[in-house]
Structure formats: structure tokens, C-alpha cells
């Protein structure tokens, strides 16, 4: 069973920084593909950053801005969020697709909210 537990969202100005932490309970950690997702309200989820097989991806809208990073040693994935925007603000969603399996997982989520 995978659990995803995410941490480090609040509320925050325009032009601020979060960090957003999720530990993961699963084997074999650094062979998972991992990422953010994000969703705001009356919107779908969507991508945010990805990171696969060394591969990193971002969303066009946080290019320059964010950064997701992995420790295998202590099978973690994060997200620097540098320069925020008000249309940053949605509940952010860790998650995590073990090698060789048809779905991946999700955390409970976390709430980020920039002010103007």
C-alpha cells in the first residue's frame, strides 16, 4: 500500500516562496516517477512539474519558477515555489507511479493560497 503524505502549504503574498515536502512509504522509491500536480477551484488538475527515468517536466506556467527535487535517501519529492502568483493558489497533489504499474497515487493534498 502507498501513502503519500505532502506537507508545507499556507498562505503566502504575490512574490513569495513555499515549499512543499511529501514523504513517501514505498519500495524501491528511486525507480518511481514522481511529481506535483495542482488544482484550482472549478478547474481540472493539472500537471505541475514530473520528474520520470531523469527526465524533468514542467508546466509552461512555472517554468523559471519552480523546482521539484527527489531524495531517494529519504524518499522524498519536493517543490521550491519561488515568485508566486495569485493564479498559483489551488490544492496541490503529490504523486507517485511505481515502475511497471498501470496507476499511480495520490496524497490528501495541500492548500496554497497567494494573496495580491
Known amino acids: 500500500q502507498v501513502q503519500l503524505v505532502e506537507s508545507g502549504g499556507g498562505l503566502v503574498q504575490a512574490g513569495g516562496s513555499l515549499r512543499l515536502s511529501c514523504a513517501a512509504s514505498?519500495?524501491?522509491?528511486?525507480?518511481?516517477?514522481v511529481g506535483w500536480y495542482r488544482q484550482a477551484p472549478g478547474k481540472q488538475r493539472e500537471l505541475v512539474a514530473l520528474?520520470?527515468?531523469?527526465?524533468?517536466n514542467y508546466a509552461d506556467s512555472v517554468k523559471g519558477r519552480f523546482t521539484i527535487s527527489r531524495d531517494n535517501a529519504k524518499d522524498t519529492v519536493s517543490l521550491q515555489m519561488n515568485s508566486l502568483r495569485p493564479e498559483d493558489t489551488a490544492v496541490y497533489y503529490c504523486?507517485?507511479?511505481?515502475?511497471?504499474?498501470?496507476?499511480?497515487?495520490w496524497g490528501q493534498g495541500t492548500q496554497v493560497t497567494v494573496s495580491s
Open positions: 504523486y507517485l507511479n511505481p515502475r511497471g504499474f498501470a496507476r499511480g497515487y
Open positions: 514505498t519500495s524501491d522509491f528511486s525507480s518511481c516517477t
Open positions: 520528474m520520470a527515468s531523469g527526465r524533468t
